[in-house]
T-cell receptor
Framework: GDSVTQMEGPVTLSEEAFLTINCTYTATGYPSLFWYVQYPGEGLQLLLKATKADDKGSNKGFEATYRKETTSFHLEKGSVQVSDSAVYFC???????????FGAGTTVTVRA | EAGVTQFPSHSVIEKGQTVTLRCDPI?????LYWYRRVMGKEIKFLLH????????ESGMPNNRFLAERTGGTYSTLKVQPAELEDSGVYFC??????????FGEGSRLTVL
């Protein structure tokens, strides 16, 4: 079945540091890939997505590229802020099936 | 516009008791989903409603869990009787059509 593996946290870094969270997936079809974020006290929010190979999703300074050859969708941000502290979830859904498969989540804490 | 709301935000019960979680989706959203995150692990799909009909309940763990969506508006998820392994965060999400899911903040369930 479909599955998502993302790097374990927690991750702690300083403001303006570079952030990368690794995510790899296993799927039988050609899935859409997502990054969701949960800020403290809030619900899950869609951060970015990519629907086909080589697509790059981007939002709020975050980027992730759909790499079919390595089955990866790593999340990156060049300069993090304290406000980026949150739990980040990588997820996929098979085409036409909007049932999401999530990774375990990575807690990121950014210190001033 | 109000987002997806869930109640209660946190419930603490003893093993063997019953708990009912409620989800109010965004008005007009026919699709409603339940997910849960147990012990900091992956967020896993439980079930999907389209209006009042269960479209997919393949993720429901066992018959101690009962989900309803009478009238196609709000939904309830009842756990009866609760077991220790049911502890976790239960997320509800809604969407106007299969596509981007809008999540609530989650209901944390602690079974002692």
């Amino acid at each position: 079945g479909d599955s998502v593996t993302q790097m374990e946290g927690p991750v702690t870094l300083s403001e303006e540091a570079f952030l990368t969270i690794n995510c790899t997936y296993t799927a039988t079809g050609y899935p859409s890939l997502f990054w969701y974020v949960q800020y403290p006290g809030e619900g899950l929010q869609l951060l970015l997505k990519a629907t086909k190979a080589d697509d790059k999703g981007s939002n709020k300074g975050f980027e992730a590229t759909y790499r079919k050859e390595t089955t990866s969708f790593h999340l990156e941000k060049g300069s993090v802020q304290v406000s980026d502290s949150a739990v980040y979830f990588c997820a996929l859904s098979d085409q036409g099936d909007y049932k999401l498969s999530f990774g375990a989540g990575t807690t990121v804490t950014v210190r001033a | 516009e109000a987002g997806v709301t869930q109640f209660p935000s946190h419930s603490v019960i003893e093993k063997g008791q019953t708990v009912t979680l409620r989800c109010d989706p965004i008005s007009g959203h026919d699709n409603l989903y339940w997910y849960r995150r147990v012990m900091g692990k992956e967020i896993k799909f439980l079930l999907h409603f389209v209006k009042e009909s269960k479209q997919d309940e393949s993720g429901m763990p066992n018959n101690r869990f009962l989900a309803e969506r009478t009238g196609g508006t709000y939904s309830t998820l009842k756990v009866q009787p609760a077991e220790l392994e049911d502890s976790g965060v239960y997320f509800c999400a809604s969407s106007p059509f299969p596509g981007e899911l809008f999540f609530g903040e989650g209901s944390r369930l602690t079974v002692l």
